[in-house]
């Protein structure tokens, strides 16, 4: 079974400070990760994914996380934040090829960014 | 490229009323899904089809939800009667068909509240 733990519904960071967002993972064998961010009124929008390959993924806006297989985690990290970066963000699975590509989402942290 | 396309972006009804959703997925997409989204949490998936088959409702309340994707491109949600428990988001999303894992496309969602 799969299943997705976010720790921290809510983040408050300082304009400029790290960011660091907390996604931990249940998987049974290695799954695939993604995170998404998702503004007001709008959609889930792909920030990156951890597929194979390297362990550290980058992604847009800056963002970047890191698959740790030991920990079962897959934190988001940003250097500096930035005001437009406020907004949800959402963790999610995926269970291996041939069972459906259906992703698992956690239950979301919201990031304040304070000026 | 047009995103996905979703309408009405918010719909108020009363309790026991009927409502649908309507879903136009990114033009090539084969696999389309409908997920629901409360207040405060991720998405969850109702129901996910390749091309014209429903191929994962499991999710799905079929007691007063169903769907259809006639053609294998636009997809429409219906519920029928409305609960008060329904009020929330109900995002569509698409993916590529063949692909894995397959990143999946949201549209900005209906809001329903219902009174």
């Known amino acids: 079974a799969q299943s997705v733990t976010q720790l921290g519904s809510h983040v408050s960071v300082s304009e400029g400070a790290l960011v660091l967002l907390r996604c931990n993972y249940s998987?049974?064998?290695?799954?695939?990760l993604f995170w998404y961010v998702q503004y007001p009124n709008q959609g889930l929008q792909l920030l990156l994914k951890?597929?194979?390959?390297?362990?550290l993924v980058k992604g847009i806006n800056g963002f970047e996380a890191e698959f740790k297989k030991s920990e079962t985690s897959f934190h988001l990290t940003k250097p500096s934040a930035h005001m437009s970066d406020a907004a949800e963000y959402f963790c999610?699975?995926?269970?291996?090829?041939?069972?459906?590509?259906?992703?698992?989402f956690g239950t979301g942290t919201s990031l304040t960014v304070i000026p | 490229e047009a995103g996905v396309v979703q309408s009405p972006r918010y719909k108020i009804i009363e309790k026991k009323q009927p409502v649908a959703f309507w879903c136009n997925p990114i033009?090539?997409?084969?696999?389309l899904y409908w997920y629901l989204q409360n207040l405060g949490q991720g998405p969850e998936l109702l129901i996910r089809y390749e091309n014209e088959e429903a191929v994962d409702d499991s999710q799905l309340p079929k007691d007063r939800f169903s769907a259809e994707r006639l053609k294998g491109v636009d997809s429409t949600l219906k519920i029928q009667p409305a609960e008060l428990g329904d009020s929330a988001v109900y995002l569509c999303?698409?993916?590529?068909?063949?692909?894995?894992?397959?990143?999946?496309?949201f549209g900005p969602g209906t809001r329903l509240t219902v009174l």
């Open positions: 033009s090539g997409h084969n696999t």
């Open positions: 951890y597929t194979t390959g390297a362990t």
């Open positions: 999610a699975v995926s269970p291996p090829p041939n069972t459906g590509n259906q992703f698992y």
């Open positions: 999303a698409s993916s590529l068909g063949g692909v894995y894992p397959s990143e999946q496309f």
């Open positions: 998987s049974s064998v290695p799954p695939y």
